[in-house]
């Protein structure tokens, strides 16, 4: 069974940094794609980034507003992928998702998510 | 970027009811597009991935259609665990985003 599961969230001061953790079972997460998903309280759902396969030489996309600030990185031996995350802002308070991708026709949808973790910034 | 808009943003409705859900897309985007259903306080559910193709395990009263800036999901006969919001997404290219979501709610 596949199963993703967050940790790391937590309260931090405006301008510091976290790293979140999204450990896997069921599968190995070097040969999938995967992403961060965020979700700020009461709204919807905004797209963070993706990490590839080891296929594609685990190359990275970034949304935006993270670009130049968020990290997606991976680690083959503890079957986990990771956000990290600096120069934080009030913005960036959200329900962290992480989510693995499935392969239809061309594109990697997101069949599989976390159940997510809470990250809070505020002084 | 691609901006996806839903509409309703909200969407009051009886169990047995049909309705529909539609995704605009600011341009084309062939037909990779998923919906997905959330409720409250938990993690989105996969529900439909190439705009029309239900992912495995999910009711045949959800369907899906469309391709190039429109889309539209169908539930045919709503049930109580239907009510939910929920969003589109799309693949097409980089970077990836929502629609706002629709909020579908028991009349």
């Known amino acids: 069974e596949v199963q993703l599961v967050e940790s790391g969230g937590g309260l931090v001061q405006p301008g510091g940094s976290l790293r979140l953790s999204c450990a896997a079972s069921?599968?190995?997460?070097?040969?999938?794609?995967a992403d961060w998903v965020r979700q700020a309280p009461g709204k919807g759902l905004e797209w963070v980034g993706r990490?590839?396969?080891?296929?594609?030489?685990?190359?990275?996309e970034y949304a935006a507003s993270v670009k130049g600030r968020f990290i997606i990185s991976s680690d083959d031996s503890k079957n986990s992928m990771y956000l990290q995350m600096n120069s934080l802002t009030i913005e960036d308070t959200a329900v962290y998702y992480c989510?693995?991708?499935?392969?239809?026709?061309?594109?990697?949808?997101?069949?599989?998510w976390g159940q997510g973790t809470l990250v809070t910034v505020s002084s | 970027d691609i901006q996806l808009t839903q509409s309703p943003s909200f969407l009051s409705a009886s169990v047995g009811d049909r309705v529909t859900i539609t995704c605009r897309a600011s341009?084309?985007?062939?037909?990779?597009l998923a919906w997905y259903q959330q409720k409250p306080g938990k993690a989105p559910k996969f529900l439909i991935y190439?705009?029309?193709t239900l992912q495995s395990g999910v009711p045949s009263r959800f369907s899906g259609s469309g391709s190039g800036t429109e889309f539209t999901l169908t539930i045919s006969s709503l049930q109580p665990e239907d009510f939910a919001t929920y969003y589109c997404q799309h693949f097409n290219n980089y970077p990836i985003t929502f629609g706002q979501g629709t909020r579908l709610e028991i009349k």
């Open positions: 989510a693995r991708g499935i392969k239809y026709t061309e594109v990697y949808y997101l069949a599989y």
């Open positions: 190439d705009a029309s």
């Open positions: 990490i590839r396969d080891k296929a594609h030489s685990y190359t990275t």
């Open positions: 341009q084309g985007i062939s037909r990779y």
């Open positions: 069921g599968f190995t997460f070097s040969d999938h794609y």
